[in-house]
């Protein structure tokens, strides 16, 4: 596949850019992504300013129920922030270099910290729906990366440590915040695939034998570039289905949303309790 060129990126970045500053002079400090069934966090935002990802030149859209896509600008917690209600996935057909775009993007405009958020399934058998975990490291099975191709030094390095993906501070944070709220929040590590089929139970097993405690279809290239423009970042999961090889029952969407709004106000609680003490 044909890789744009560095000028072709930056043409269609400034483009962008140009767009949205014309459209707000929010300048935001932090980017939130919102995941799947998940986007009740932007109510909490003291909004500013709404774009719709359709109006941003070269903006992917949100083709998956549950993703308003748009670009919320405004205060939460205290810290100007842009949401982004909605976001992209390889199952899509979208590029990598097209799900990063927003990320890139939104860096450009100010963000120097990430946080992102997921709906995906539990492997590690002290999961349940509902839950919530705090990300402490991925695994990357898509099968492609944002990074490939000409590399943009502007933008970071050719070969960027992975060492530590999600800020070791901001986990400390996340944790001490949902201590203090009395919230049940594990740690462990995210899969990413490309979907958009469930795995097999062959697959759960494998999937669990290499060190994963659960599995979705999102976030990692959106890390990958964020840790790419030495971003800071925090992950946090909402469980919304079992993945048990031996107990493994077909996924049903409404129960997933359903799961998704147990552990909505949960992720809630953190995110913006982690932003009060930044």
Known sequence: MQRETVQEFRKKRNEALSYIKEHTSFQPDYLVILGTGLGQLADKVKVQDTISYADIPH???????????????????????????????YYEGYSMQQIAFPVRV???????????????????????????????????????????????DELGPRFP??????????????????????IKMHKGVYLALSGPTMETRAEYRFLRLIGADV???????????????????????????ECLPDALEPVDIEKVLEAAGVAEPKMTAVITGVLEQL
């Open 106 to 152: 939104i860096h450009r405009l100010g963000a120097a910290t990430l946080i992102v958020s997921n709906a995906c399934g539990g492997m590690n058998p002290n999961y349940e729906s509902g839950d919530i975990m705090l990300i402490n490291d991925h695994i990357n099975m898509l099968g492609d990366n944002p990074l490939i191709g000409p590399n943009d």
């Open 59 to 89: 903006f992917p859209v949100s083709t998956v129920e549950s993703h308003a896509g748009q670009l919320i600008f405004g205060n939460l917690s205290g810290k100007e922030v842009v949401a982004m209600q909605g976001r992209f996935h």
């Open 161 to 182: 440590d992975m060492s530590e993906p999600y800020t070791e501070s901001l986990q400390a944070i996340a944790e001490d915040v949902a201590l203090e709220n009395n």
């Open 215 to 241: 599995v979705g279809m999102s976030t990692v290239p959106e890390v990958i570039t964020a840790v790419h423009m030495d971003m800071d970042v925090l992950g946090i999961s909402a469980i919304t289905d």
